[in-house]
């Protein structure tokens, strides 16, 4: 008779403050047969404080979908186990996602154990509006693709929220800047749950020069909270559509140009052809 298969707990663990781990994760995290890392020996440190010993295997981006298949096998032996990432909770910007995905996959139930999070830390303590927001991760490490990223959210009217390592915090902030707007409202939220913890909201031209004035707000795992774009009326046009009609109207006829322009982005080709017209083109 085929073993029943066990459960996958999704465990998430303190992001700074130990205290802050909920007593169901440490039951489960001492009652399953193996834990899966993100990183041991990081983990062991969680482990040990709390006298944990339940056996630990790494499980992280480099051998995530190899490490997979192996995993699905023992729960589908019979075994129970937990995902941790090194801090907050797993698949959240941390490996996890294809582990959760094969296991799903294999009818294997899957069981969060729900908890810190800098995501939802941030949003809680930011002041800007919750009840819809948008998470994108970490932004591209060179400056070209997080323009273009940012370029890509500039009409986002969700509040919305990104990682950002400490060495790249200033340049990301510049870049916010530069796309964004000076008056943009950001909090940036640092060391969540630790000593140093820091919440700091103001308009982009203030706060890039607050961080580039403070050293000590370059350190540590940031979150930044992104108030989102004004909604627009009507009335108005995506500036990036009007740069690309801009563009087209160089190299193309009007009509040509304000039909391709809307085809591209999406605005009314009547209104892109009177504004193409409002600014001297056919003439």
């Known amino acids: 008779m085929a073993a029943q298969a066990g459960t996958l707990y999704v465990v998430a663990t303190p992001i700074g403050n130990l205290q802050d781990i909920s007593p169901r994760a440490l039951d489960v995290l001492r009652s399953v047969s193996l834990i899966a890392a993100e990183d041991t020996r990081h983990s062991a440190r969680l482990l040990q404080h709390f006298g944990i010993q339940t056996a630990t295997t790494a499980c992280h981006d480099h051998n995530e979908r190899d490490k997979s298949v192996q995993l699905v096998e023992r729960l589908l032996q019979g075994q129970d186990l937990a995902l941790i990432s090194d801090a907050g909770t797993p698949l959240i910007s941390d490996p996890g996602f294809h582990l959760v995905r094969q ?14 999070s800098a995501l939802i830390a941030a949003l809680s303590g930011a002041g800007l509006p919750s009840d819809r927001f948008a998470f994108e991760g970490f932004l591209p490490a060179k400056a070209h693709g997080r323009r273009q990223r940012l370029q890509a959210l500039l009409n986002e009217e969700r ?14 902030l510049e870049d916010m800047h530069e796309v964004l707007g000076p008056s943009r409202q950001v909090v940036l939220c640092r060391e969540l749950t630790k000593t140093f913890e820091t919440l700091h ?13 403070d050293p000590d707000q370059q350190r540590g795992e940031a979150v930044l909270v992104v108030e989102g774009a004004q909604p627009r009326s009507g009335d108005d046009i995506n ?8 563009t087209l109207l160089e190299e193309l006829p009007l009509k040509q140009a304000a039909a391709l322009a809307a085809r591209i982005t999406g605005e009314k080709k009547n209104r892109l052809y009177q504004i193409a017209l409002e600014k001297g083109a056919g003439k």
């Open 201 to 213: 909201g103001a308009p982009l031209a203030e706060l890039v020069e607050w961080v580039r004035n």
């Open 159 to 172: 509040t919305w929220m990104v990682y950002e390592a400490p060495h790249r915090l200033l340049e990301c």
């Open 239 to 246: 500036p990036e559509a009007l740069r690309i009609l801009e």
């Open 103 to 116: 296991a799903r996959e294999a009818g294997i139930r899957v069981s969060p154990i729900p908890g810190p």
